[in-house]
């Protein structure tokens, strides 16, 4: 899952009471109103310059930005975590390592002079987790954001010690023990060496903690929850955590859309047990070959029948067991070197899957390949039986009309159409499944 996404939102916990503009100003900020929510912390500092909670919720606005800007936060908020950290870089800007220096000195100074100052202490654990996202999701310095969770639950313990109804407090340790607690076993033991908490079970009930009893923080923590049980499929949970966020933050289109994909169908395609094969008919003897599949997934709703997704094929992977041929087809019509990957993206889906048995169905989307794009529709027949999914099929690629070159010369002559035959396999989800 991608849940660094959120983890700006560590800064949050205001404490026993919550002031009107610094309310106003998170309120703007889980609505994804950037400009807003920095008017509301500049008047909060103005009026109150010497709390250190003041520009580290400024910093926070400045994170998120970035992230809406590398639309991170429009990634897909229930997929698995494997490829997160793939994503590009970008730059927080000057302005918010300057807030966080400027809050961290305010919080050393009111230590200094009432060492048990929770409100000092918690803007420290905000600082750490905004410091967290910006190495792990802006930079990718995965290692150095762990150290920083790492210190940021040590300050959250030191807290929680001092005034353990602090419920703000724990979303802290929950996020620690939930999101490491899911790595692999021997991951675990290696981030336990650096003193990470890593307990899974204890995450989550740290995390309903603040659910529970957090202030300006328990909306972060829903969300936690939410991601939590579409993983654990309980989808009657997740749907009325987000409609609850949806109704309260209506500004920010995320929660919507997450609600809307737990309606939605879905299917991944196993890479493994596909198969691509082509067909291209030549003077004398005819072409077969095949194409490897790199990744598959779509997505769909049963009613409007729109479409999401892609499937991605090396452009290089064609073989049909001549060398020669194959570095032709590759170099000279499927210019893979400049074009490497041919992408199917589906529009719409005719007609619907059974939840069991078979149907057919047409997917309508479009085929780019070799610097094109163009209009492709793939009729199906699909046979699920539980989770598992078949799908076969055939269509004619008319590449030579497309623009791609004709290998075609003096000695062979070549079919303008090459014939893709499908075999698909896979796992599908119907709607109350939330997601493969």
């Given at each position: 899952?991608?849940?660094?996404?959120?983890?700006?939102?560590?800064?949050?916990?205001?404490?026993?009471?919550?002031?009107?503009?610094?309310?106003?100003?998170?309120?703007?900020?889980?609505?994804?109103?950037?400009?807003?929510?920095?008017?509301?912390?500049?008047?909060?500092?103005?009026?109150?310059?010497?709390?250190?909670?003041?520009?580290?919720?400024?910093?926070?606005?400045?994170?998120?930005?970035?992230?809406?800007?590398?639309?991170?936060?429009?990634?897909?908020?229930?997929?698995?975590?494997?490829?997160?950290?793939?994503?590009?870089?970008?730059?927080?800007?000057?302005?918010?390592?300057?807030?966080?220096?400027?809050?961290?000195?305010?919080?050393?100074?009111?230590?200094?002079?009432?060492?048990?100052d929770t409100n000092a202490l918690y803007s420290q654990v905000l600082c750490h987790g905004l410091r967290a996202d910006d190495l792990a999701i802006v930079h990718k310095h995965v290692l150095a954001a762990v150290r920083e969770m790492n210190r940021g639950r040590a300050e959250a313990d030191h807290l929680l010690q001092l005034d353990p109804g602090y419920a703000d407090a724990y979303l802290a340790l929950g996020i620690e023990n939930y999101v490491l607690g899911q790595r692999a076993a021997p991951v675990r033991w290696m981030l336990r060496l650096t003193g990470a908490a890593t307990d899974k079970a204890a995450g989550l009930d740290q995390l309903r903690e603040t659910a529970a009893h957090g202030?300006?923080?328990?909306?972060?923590?829903?969300?936690?929850?939410?991601?939590?049980?579409?993983?654990?499929?309980?989808?009657?949970?997740?749907?009325?955590?987000?409609?609850?966020?949806?109704?309260?933050?209506?500004?920010?289109?995320?929660?919507?859309?997450?609600?809307?994909?737990?309606?939605?169908?879905?299917?991944?395609?196993?890479?493994?047990?596909?198969?691509?094969?082509?067909?291209?008919?030549?003077?004398?003897?005819?072409?077969?070959?095949?194409?490897?599949?790199?990744?598959?997934?779509?997505?769909?709703?049963?009613?409007?029948?729109?479409?999401?997704?892609?499937?991605?094929?090396?452009?290089?992977?064609?073989?049909?067991?001549?060398?020669?041929?194959?570095?032709?087809?590759?170099?000279?019509?499927?210019?893979?070197?400049?074009?490497?990957?041919?992408?199917?993206?589906?529009?719409?889906?005719?007609?619907?899957?059974?939840?069991?048995?078979?149907?057919?169905?047409?997917?309508?989307?479009?085929?780019?390949?070799?610097?094109?794009?163009?209009?492709?529709?793939?009729?199906?027949?699909?046979?699920?039986?539980?989770?598992?999914?078949?799908?076969?099929?055939?269509?004619?690629?008319?590449?030579?009309?497309?623009?791609?070159?004709?290998?075609?010369?003096?000695?062979?002559?070549?079919?303008?159409?090459?014939?893709?035959?499908?075999?698909?396999?896979?796992?599908?989800?119907?709607?109350?499944?939330?997601?493969?």
């Amino acid at each position: 899952m991608r849940w660094l996404v959120w983890v700006a939102m560590l800064g949050i916990g205001l404490g026993a009471q919550v002031p009107n503009a610094m309310e106003s100003g998170y309120r703007h900020l889980y609505n994804l109103q950037f400009p807003a929510a920095h008017a509301d912390f500049q008047a909060w500092m103005v009026a109150h310059p010497d709390d250190p909670l003041g520009p580290a919720s400024d910093a926070a606005v400045y994170l998120f930005a970035e992230l809406n800007r590398l639309q991170v936060l429009q990634a897909q908020f229930f997929s698995r975590d494997a490829t997160f950290f793939s994503g590009r870089e970008g730059v927080t800007g000057p302005a918010f390592t300057a807030e966080l220096a400027r809050s961290e000195a305010l919080a050393a100074a009111a230590l200094t002079r009432t060492p048990d100052d929770t409100n000092a202490l918690y803007s420290q654990v905000l600082c750490h987790g905004l410091r967290a996202d910006d190495l792990a999701i802006v930079h990718k310095h995965v290692l150095a954001a762990v150290r920083e969770m790492n210190r940021g639950r040590a300050e959250a313990d030191h807290l929680l010690q001092l005034d353990p109804g602090y419920a703000d407090a724990y979303l802290a340790l929950g996020i620690e023990n939930y999101v490491l607690g899911q790595r692999a076993a021997p991951v675990r033991w290696m981030l336990r060496l650096t003193g990470a908490a890593t307990d899974k079970a204890a995450g989550l009930d740290q995390l309903r903690e603040t659910a529970a009893h957090g202030r300006t923080l328990q909306p972060f923590a829903q969300i936690l929850l939410a991601i939590a049980a579409v993983q654990a499929n309980q989808f009657s949970a997740a749907r009325d955590l987000l409609r609850q966020l949806t109704s309260n933050f209506p500004a920010n289109p995320l929660f919507a859309q997450e609600l809307a994909r737990l309606g939605t169908a879905g299917a991944t395609l196993d890479v493994a047990a596909s198969q691509i094969q082509f067909t291209l008919g030549a003077f004398l003897h005819t072409v077969h070959g095949t194409f490897s599949l790199h990744s598959g997934s779509l997505r769909w709703d049963p009613e409007s029948g729109v479409a999401t997704g892609a499937v991605l094929i090396p452009a290089a992977s064609g073989n049909s067991g001549n060398a020669d041929r194959d570095r032709d087809m590759r170099d000279k019509v499927l210019r893979a070197g400049e074009y490497p990957d041919i992408i199917f993206t589906p529009a719409r889906l005719s007609g619907t899957p059974a939840a069991a048995g078979v149907s057919h169905v047409t997917l309508h989307g479009s085929l780019q390949m070799a610097g094109t794009v163009h209009p492709l529709d793939l009729p199906l027949s699909v046979t699920v039986s539980g989770r598992a999914f078949t799908a076969e099929g055939g269509v004619d690629i008319p590449y030579v009309a497309w623009g791609l070159k004709n290998p075609s010369n003096l000695l062979l002559r070549v079919d303008k159409t090459v014939h893709l035959t499908l075999r698909l396999r896979g796992t599908i989800s119907l709607p109350d499944g939330g997601g493969p």
